[in-house]
């Protein structure tokens, strides 16, 4: 796959969630209906059981959260709203999840039963996180986010932390939550951590960024990860005209607190790691990655080489490579991470999918729980922009046996 079909895949990633969150009265749609469970849309599994969003749009939108039973492949339907849906999180029998009205500027939290009951309006705020005690949240005023944690039990809600409109939950690793923050003045990256039972967010680390004033948007942290007690983030933003991503991988030293520049101009969010190691993509060449252990400190790199519109997928020690025929299939292939296709598995997954030639398709590959979790996206590539027509998600056990389906 070279550089340009790299940049148009990454193009159409970014398109998907700027359609997904934007107000629900900007986006026209060609079709009177359309269903759609968007790549980037917020998904969990729990149980043996998948949970996603669905946006219909046509003269007016509306958004469902469903249930799918991976077993039977029954759907139910657990909540419908004519608000946008932003994000959901499980706790025991209790799904939370926060909507957002657009022309207001209003984020409201709720919670259902997942038997479709009990629906009820917990606070007004943005959900970020949970656990085995209470929700926290986040109400924004100005520029001035004040950060609340709610009992379940007693329903009290005490403030933890004031902060501005960047402050962020970015993970949850071994019962630790992990915030950030930018400040626009000192133009420093905070990184917070909240433990069970901590009553105030604590500084883990401050990294000083110089900004680039040809950016848009301030520097956010997309992911964070521990590997041997050191923590690598990786921040960014969105940049140019077709607004991509460009991160920067940092380590923090567990023994020192030092931060250290791992790589540069990483176009992807997400860091890719196994116990040992960190792997990624550059923007230098659509065919080269990277390996970076954390065990010696030393990156290496291999090649892989990608045609058309296969795509190449990371998830932690196996590697997959997604590619449709252009007819009526669609073959995904495995090896281990880090590598030149080792104990490669050709063809392990094959999808009956018909693809008409007028459009473009792409598959690639999730993982939630112990399941591989598939979206085929359809794209009219003909225009002047890119558009939408369909996706269809598939869900396999990890030996690549197919057990549901959706939309």
Known sequence: MNTITNRILSFILVFFIIIFLIPQNTLITSAATNAAVYE??????????????????????????????????????????????????????????TSYTGEKDVYQTYSVSIDAKDKKAICNGYFQCLDDSSIYYTVM????????KRDYDSKKATLIFTGNKTLRFVKNLDNTFYFTQFNEDSTKLTIYTLMPKQAKLAVLTKYKITLDVTERTFPMVSDIAKINGDIYYQYGSYEGTGNYWYGTLIKVDSGTNINSVIAKQLYEEQIYHNKNSIFYN????????????????KTSSYTYKTTGTETFNIL?????????????????????????????????????????????????????????VIPVTCMDCNGLRPRYVSVTWFVTDSDGKILAQFR
Do not use: W
């Open 316 to 372: 932690g020690d196996k590697t997959y490579c997604a590619k449709a025929d252009g007819k009526e299939l669609i073959t995904i292939s495995r090896f281990t991470s880090g590598t030149n296709k080792n104990n490669l598995v050709k063809s392990f997954i094959k999808l009956s999918y018909k693809q008409n030639k007028k459009y473009d398709y792409f598959a690639r590959v999730k993982q939630y729980g112990d399941y591989l």
């Open 282 to 297: 550059g923007t230098d060449s659509s065919d080269k990655h990277y390996k970076y252990s954390a065990k010696t400190g």
């Open 40 to 97: 980037y849309s917020p998904m969990l599994e729990d149980r043996g059981n998948i949970y996603y969003i669905q946006r219909v749009e046509g003269d007016e939108y509306s958004y469902g959260i469903y249930q799918l039973e991976i077993a039977t492949g029954n759907k139910t339907k657990l909540i419908s709203s004519k608000k946008d849906i932003l994000g959901m999180m499980l706790h025991k029998d209790t799904l939370y999840y």
């Open 141 to 148: 005023k100005g520029k001035e986010s004040k950060l609340y």
